[in-house]
């Protein structure tokens, strides 16, 4: 996991594709508001890898996020349309599994 890169994509980015935001330069967007929900989007990891990343950002108290495994298919997928099927899942779990 050396060659990672980290993009962070803002309102002006949602109707780009999932395709178009990975092969943006490492640090686009980084330190800037975005409206969108928070969203981590992960390509390229192994099953142990990325279980690896999601322990460590809770380990590391980050905020609440959405997540999602870049695929053959997400990749001509919006941003936009990503996160909205990502909220309604989230909603949909909440729905099926309350909290108590």
């Known amino acids: 996991m050396n060659d990672i ?3 962070s994509a803002g309102a002006g980015q ?9 092969d943006m330069p490492d640090g686009t967007g980084h330190g800037e508001a975005s409206e969108l929900d928070r969203t981590v989007i992960l ?30 298919s997400s990749i001509e997928w919006t941003l ?10 989230r909603e949909a779990l909440q729905k099926k599994y309350p909290i108590q």
Not at 15 to 21: D, F, H, I, K
Not at 50 to 71: E, N, S
Not at 81 to 88: M, T
């Open 80 to 89: 936009s349309a990503l996160i909205k099927d990502l909220v309604a899942e």
């Open 14 to 22: 949602a109707s780009a594709t999932l395709g178009e935001v990975v």
């Open 43 to 72: 390509s390229g990891l192994t099953e142990n890898e990325l279980g690896d990343v999601m322990m460590g950002y809770r380990r590391l108290g980050q905020p609440r996020a959405l997540w999602a495994a870049l695929t053959e």
């Open 5 to 7: 890169s980290v993009i």
